[in-house]
């Protein structure tokens, strides 16, 4: 079974500059989260779609970061413009349903450099 | 949502179980506990969960009292390969990863 990909591996922009990262999830799959990993710290969820509606994004800073599932399957999430706080790990997981206690399944990121 | 408090980091040799205990006091009727396992340039990996009582799988046991306050995940038996860090989650449909607990193996 594929796991989740996520494109690009590494990322090295300067700040004030935009970025897109790619994500798709297991196959079937119908939820999906976005999570950004900042260096010594744990994942913290930043959206979670349900096919293509958002369920929770209250984490997300909506003046720069903005994420789509248009389809219900790849998602993408965009940051524009970037600060250099934005440095971090995004990692894009998914669940088969999005019920109670799901084990999540997680890529392996995209490493993002704001310069 | 419940907060979870657990070590920093630990330091174990190569063959021992190793031990990790989260405490989470406020934790809700329907909350489940999740451990996740995170290697380096990885997204993390789900181990275990349980509600109550022991589980146990062909990774690690986790082990809950009655009270559902804390839990200990158990890995027996460790390697230089389970260097890593390790999250204890507790929720529902929402999880919060805290700062984990950084697992040195040494030889």
């Known amino acids: 079974e594929a796991g989740v990909a996520q494109s690009p591996r590494y990322k090295i922009i300067e700040k004030r500059q935009s970025v897109a990262f790619w994500c798709n999830p297991i196959s079937g799959h119908a939820t999906l989260y976005w999570y950004q990993q900042i260096l010594g710290q744990g994942p913290k969820l930043l959206i979670q779609f349900q096919n293509n509606g958002v369920v929770d994004d209250s984490q997300l800073p909506k003046d720069r970061f903005s994420a789509e599932r248009l389809k219900g399957v790849d998602s993408t999430l965009k940051i524009q413009p970037a600060k250099l706080e934005d440095s971090a790990v995004y990692l894009c997981?998914?669940?088969?349903?999005?019920?109670?206690?799901?084990?999540?399944?997680f890529g392996s990121g995209t490493q993002l450099s704001v310069l | 949502l419940a907060k979870t408090t657990q070590p920093i980091s630990m330091d174990s040799y190569e063959g021992q179980e190793v031990n990790i205990t989260c405490s989470h006091n406020n934790i809700a009727t329907n909350d489940y506990i999740t451990w996740y396992q995170q290697f380096p340039s990885q997204g993390p990996r789900f181990i275990i969960q349980g509600y109550k009582t022991k589980v146990t799988n062909e990774v690690a046991s986790l082990f809950i009292p009655a009270d559902r306050k804390s839990s200990t995940l158990s890995l027996p038996r460790v390697s230089l390969s389970d260097t890593a860090v390790y999250y204890c989650?507790?929720?529902?449909?929402?999880?919060?990863f805290g700062t984990g607990t950084r697992l040195k193996v040494l030889a």
């Open positions: 997981a998914s669940s088969p349903l999005g019920e109670a206690n799901e084990k999540l399944f």
């Open positions: 989650l507790v929720g529902t449909y929402k999880y919060i």
